[in-house]
């Protein structure tokens, strides 16, 4: 005895679902660009486009711009004795004074001198310009990047401790807008949607009309089957 109801349907669904399997197969393929699949394609292609629409360098600029002139004096602590002394070369190039003692680190300097060092790494970071922060600090850029967003979290710290608040908000800024981006966008290339207006189109089109697909695949090869929902009879009182 058949399982299939209707055939017609069924043979649509089969069709669907094994059309939809083969480019999948096709997808996962190695083909789209240094050894990439699709999907790796696609989200490299929108970490570019992301990163294309996260440069705040500027903004990060002019806040650090109006801390000019204000001093700071901070001791903050690193996890190890090595940390503590790659975040003392960082600040030392910044400008300020610079006392280290095993994971203890004084920092006594011009706030947006400070905040500007860092801006500036982070926009060569941005760039993909690891090896001119290399050549400043003597250690890898990335991991110059990194150490510049944790030692900053301890002077925020430091600085909501003793109710400096405006100081801290200002330096949250830098963090968010020039730092974070910096290290996380690392290697990414850069790319605007306004010059990748045709790929966004096609891969935003193509993945909801794959995704329909999938759906119609299985709709029509269960009603091949006879399954269908349907709402429940009212019992008649």
């Given at each position: 005895?058949?399982v299939?109801?209707?055939?017609?349907?069924?043979?649509?669904?089969?069709?669907?679902?094994?059309?939809?399997?083969?480019v999948?197969v096709?997808?996962?393929?190695?083909?789209?660009?240094?050894?990439?699949?699709?999907?790796e394609?696609?989200?490299?292609?929108?970490?570019?486009?992301?990163?294309?629409?996260?440069?705040?360098?500027?903004?990060?600029?002019?806040?650090?711009?109006?801390?000019?002139?204000?001093?700071?004096?901070f001791t903050?602590?690193?996890?190890?004795?090595?940390?503590?002394?790659?975040?003392?070369?960082?600040y030392?190039t910044?400008?300020?004074?610079?006392?280290?003692?095993?994971?203890?680190?004084?920092?006594?300097?011009?706030?947006?001198?400070?905040?500007?060092?860092?801006?500036a790494?982070?926009?060569?970071?941005?760039?993909?310009?690891?090896?001119?922060?290399?050549?400043?600090y003597?250690?890898?850029?990335?991991e110059?990047?990194y150490?510049?967003?944790s030692?900053?979290?301890k002077?925020?710290?430091?600085?909501?401790?003793?109710?400096?608040?405006?100081?801290?908000?200002?330096?949250?800024?830098?963090q968010?807008?020039a730092?974070?981006?910096?290290?996380n966008?690392?290697g990414?290339?850069?790319?605007k949607?306004?010059?990748?207006?045709?790929?966004?189109?096609?891969?935003?089109?193509?993945?909801?009309?794959?995704?329909?697909?999938?759906?119609?695949?299985?709709?029509?090869?269960?009603?091949?089957?006879g399954?269908?929902?349907?709402?429940?009879?009212?019992?008649?009182?």
């Amino acid at each position: 005895m058949s399982v299939v109801r209707n055939k017609k349907t069924f043979i649509i669904g089969i069709g669907l679902l094994l059309s939809f399997v083969l480019v999948y197969v096709g997808m996962m393929s190695p083909n789209f660009g240094n050894g990439r699949n699709g999907l790796e394609y696609a989200d490299d292609m929108f970490n570019s486009l992301s990163k294309g629409s996260a440069y705040f360098i500027d903004e990060a600029k002019q806040v650090a711009d109006s801390q000019q002139g204000k001093n700071i004096n901070f001791t903050i602590k690193a996890l190890n004795p090595e940390d503590a002394e790659k975040w003392g070369k960082l600040y030392t190039t910044a400008g300020a004074t610079v006392t280290v003692k095993d994971t203890s680190v004084t920092i006594d300097g011009d706030y947006g001198k400070i905040l500007g060092a860092a801006v500036a790494d982070s926009d060569l970071m941005y760039h993909n310009d690891s090896k001119s922060v290399e050549s400043k600090y003597g250690y890898d850029g990335r991991e110059a990047t990194y150490n510049w967003n944790s030692s900053l979290k301890k002077i925020e710290a430091s600085m909501k401790a003793k109710s400096q608040f405006q100081e801290a908000s200002q330096l949250t800024k830098v963090q968010q807008k020039a730092v974070e981006p910096a290290y996380n966008y690392y290697g990414v290339e850069i790319k605007k949607v306004s010059e990748n207006k045709a790929s966004v189109i096609f891969l935003l089109t193509f993945y909801l009309i794959y995704t329909m697909w999938y759906g119609f695949g299985l709709f029509y090869f269960f009603d091949g089957l006879g399954i269908v929902v349907a709402k429940p009879k009212k019992k008649e009182a």
